[in-house]
């Protein structure tokens, strides 16, 4: 890996964020001294987040993990003592050899978005893995139920194109809170709303992007399936439709029209919690396809994907741009991710071919989101070693006191590959030390915009630090493995990240990356992708009538499907634990990266709870007071904001707070419910009832 010592770096920011910016890094005597937004990005314009902003504090950090080194405490405690590579990776080789000789399954992968790169994200790490016949990880703590619902709609993550918004008439920021996650998308709605533009936010909570918005619906959490039903029959019923596109370019429409023909705004208002004539008026308006609202967009997020009912709402919020029509227009449509315009090559990076096939050893796949259950339930075999990258299980996964649990088990090998010591690397029992985005090599899709952005390693690594990739190449030669595909360097790795031969590749060719550091993929500017239909779904239609959901024993057509834990859906268990809990992204934080960094929490302020004047005033509660937020999972505690942020019987929780930097040593996901959502087997965080009382 060749690094300058002097000059200008091309990076990518590596989060799991839509924005997925091009950076430049300055380097000054072998030191990252300046980070900027690339201005010749256009997405990115120049211009970075408050977190990533500061990343040099993160990078710098005197938090960092430098050493690798083996646990000397209990499980959980942190004590540990450095060793060196050489021992930790013959220990780790060591047991998994051991393990794997009586069955590899017994292994567990675990990992998500830590980092977004190909490379150090999906490569060696899954070849290593594959080869080595471990269980195999089902990725859904984020977004599975989301993506289900709308890959059944509209058959892949493709949407409006999120550069040509500019010219929509009417925005619904439906599930999202774009000033916070979704920043530089957010420029694009503003600059829709200065040429025009109204801006309606449907969030249970006045979020900030909410607070910027024309209007605010504030449904209950979990119940934008209802609403969603309820506007296609007022669209249906007053004829509020583009019938030549219905009629090219959908499935299902009869049965459709047939499904939601009871499900009026009447039906819809006690559901959600809207009153009847403002879901009604928004269905007109939102089918005023002819006037004013011409072109409609709907901009969703994942936050309303995170309930029981998550995947079919947000299969019925994709059905309603086809009903109006408003996918003929490259600002009209919705948007839920443009992942699926990336011709990644996931076979070439991953390489499952590499799985031993072995008679009466099928492979077996274990759900990241319920990890908790796997570490203390699973059987044939038990999960006798985990290894935990680019993840930080112990404080983002539900219901963490089975997480933890879990991960106390005193014959679990552990170990945890990390730039800092999280909650997760309490419990390990080899630590090693990972570099940050600046020390290594990789390459990026994204799902918020069109643009790959290649990112260059600036720095050598700090300490002792090793990618991700390096360490599996040390394993998988400690291992004895011998096939070439465990080896490769990461530079190969990335220049066969995209299947080149895709005519959507020829904008993003490693050439095109390594001088630039960024490309837009090859599609039409702006690009509409379903302005003349062609949706990716078997029947090349938008499908009201799911074909995929039908072929997996489903319910085919748009449907209720309510809440797991909500007045209306489980008025016992509401009788005990009244309030709707919501545990939304903090802006300072991302997800639990940047929370351990005292720039950022200072900037936070610590772990708090927004409840309404009425409700706090029931409970005796004021603002500022410490509270304990608990049902029979588990309790958080946080200190009280009282606002009228939030409409009465929910609370907000901004999040995702390290345990140990939370007081009582707990944070939010100490109550939430590892109870999966509909589709997708996705966790249902924002379905959660809890009780408040003060501390
Ligand atoms: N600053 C920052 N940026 C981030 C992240 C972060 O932690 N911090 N996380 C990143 C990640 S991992 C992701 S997946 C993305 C997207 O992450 P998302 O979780 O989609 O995040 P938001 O866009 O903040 O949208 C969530 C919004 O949905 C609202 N919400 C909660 N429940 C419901 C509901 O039932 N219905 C409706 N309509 N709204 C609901 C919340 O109040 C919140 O305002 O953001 C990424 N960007
Ligand atoms: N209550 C509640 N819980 C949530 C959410 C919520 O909204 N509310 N959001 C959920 C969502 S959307 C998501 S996506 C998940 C996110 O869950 P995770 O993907 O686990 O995200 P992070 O908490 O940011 O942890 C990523 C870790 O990877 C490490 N890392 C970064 N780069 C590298 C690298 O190159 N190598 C290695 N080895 N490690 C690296 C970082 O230091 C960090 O500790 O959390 C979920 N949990
Ligand atoms: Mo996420």
């Not at 984020?142 to 010219?167: F, H, M, Q, R, Y």
């Not at 309606?200 to 024309?214: F, G, L």
């Not at 072109?295 to 086809?322: D, E, H, W």
Request: proline share 8%; net charge neutral; glycine share 8%.
């Amino acid at each position: 890996m060749s690094i300058a010592s002097q000059g200008v770096v091309r990076a990518a920011c590596p989060h799991d964020c839509p924005d997925t910016c091009a950076m430049e890094v300055t380097v000054a005597d072998g030191r990252a001294v300046k980070i900027r937004g690339a201005a010749d990005m256009p997405f990115t314009n120049g211009a970075l987040c408050t977190k990533v902003a500061h990343y040099l504090d993160r990078v710098y950090s005197d938090q960092r993990l430098l050493h690798p080194m083996k646990r000397v405490g209990r499980k959980g405690e942190g004590r540990f003592e450095r060793i060196s590579w050489d021992e930790a990776l013959d220990t780790i080789a060591a047991r998994f050899r051991d393990i794997a000789a009586d069955d590899p399954r017994a292994i567990l992968p675990y990992s998500y978005a830590g980092t977004m790169g190909l490379v150090q994200g999906e490569s060696l790490d899954r070849r290593f893995f594959h080869r080595l016949g471990a269980s195999l990880l089902d990725r859904t703590i984020c977004a599975s139920a989301g993506a289900l619902g709308w890959k059944a709609t509209i058959g892949a993550s493709i949407g409006t194109d999120p550069e040509a918004v500019v010219d929509a008439k009417l925005i619904l920021i439906w599930g999202g809170n774009p000033v916070v996650s979704n920043l530089h998308g957010w420029r694009y709605l503003q600059e829709a709303k200065r040429r025009g533009a109204k801006l309606v936010c449907i969030d249970p909570r006045r979020s900030e992007t909410a607070a910027k918005c024309d209007v605010h619906l504030a449904p209950w959490p979990g119940t934008d399936g209802a609403l969603a039903l309820a506007m296609m029959q007022v669209l249906i019923a007053d004829d509020l439709l583009d019938h030549d596109y219905i009629a090219r370019h959908t499935t299902g429409f009869p049965q459709l029209a047939e499904r939601v023909r009871g499900c009026t705004p009447e039906w819809a208002a006690p559901l959600t919690g809207l009153p009847v004539d403002v879901i009604r008026s928004l269905a007109r308006e939102y089918g005023d396809c002819r006037g004013a609202a011409s072109p409609s967009l709907i901009r969703l997020n994942y936050g309303l994907n995170r309930c029981a009912g998550g995947g079919m709402a947000v299969r019925n919020i994709a059905c309603l741009p086809a009903l109006t029509g408003a996918w003929r227009h490259a600002a009209g449509g919705a948007l839920l991710s443009t992942s699926g315009n990336f011709p990644i090559d996931h076979k070439a990076l991953q390489r499952p071919d590499l799985y031993p096939r072995q008679e009466g050893r099928p492979p077996r796949t274990i759900n990241m989101a319920f990890i908790g259950e796997a570490l203390l339930e699973a059987q044939e075999p038990p999960i006798r070693a985990i290894y935990v990258y680019n993840s930080n299980p112990v404080a983002v996964a539900p219901d963490s006191n089975r997480v933890k649990a879990g991960f106390a088990r005193e014959d679990l090998f552990c170990v945890v590959h990390e730039l800092f010591q999280t909650d997760t690397a309490d419990y390990a029992d080899i630590l090693l030390p990972a570099t940050s985005q600046l020390e290594h090599r990789d390459v990026h899709g994204t799902y918020g915009h069109l643009y790959a952005v290649a990112n260059f390693p600036a720095i050598a690594p700090l300490g002792e630090a090793k990618p991700n990739t390096e360490v599996f190449r040390l394993l998988a030669e400690r291992m004895g493995f011998t096939e070439p595909a465990l080896f490769e360097p990461d530079e190969k790795i990335a220049a066969a990240a995209f299947r080149l031969g895709d005519r959507r590749a020829l904008g993003v060719t490693p050439a095109a990356l390594a001088q630039r550091g960024w490309g837009r993929l090859n599609l039409p500017r702006p690009f509409a992708p379903f302005a003349e239909g062609g949706f990716p779904t078997p029947s090349g239609k938008c499908e009201f009538h799911s074909s995929l959901l039908a072929a997996m024993g489903q319910d085919p057509l748009p449907a209720w499907h309510p809440p797991a834990e909500s007045p209306v859906s489980n008025p016992a268990l509401a009788a005990r634990y009244p309030l709707a809990l919501i545990t939304p992204p903090a802006r300072n934080f991302l997800n639990t990266s940047f929370a351990n960094l005292p720039r950022f929490r200072d900037e936070e302020g610590g772990p708090r709870l927004q409840i309404h004047p009425d409700d706090a005033a029931a409970r005796g509660i004021a603002d500022g007071a410490r509270l304990r937020i608990h049902n029979d999972r588990g309790e958080f505690q946080a200190q009280a904001e009282v606002t009228t942020d939030v409409r009465r019987g929910v609370v907000v929780s901004p999040s995702v707070w390290w345990q140990k930097f939370s007081g009582d040593g707990n944070n939010a996901n100490a109550v939430t419910s590892s109870a999966p959502t509909d589709m997708g087997g996705g966790p249902i965080f924002y379905d959660c009832l809890v009780e408040v009382a003060r501390a």
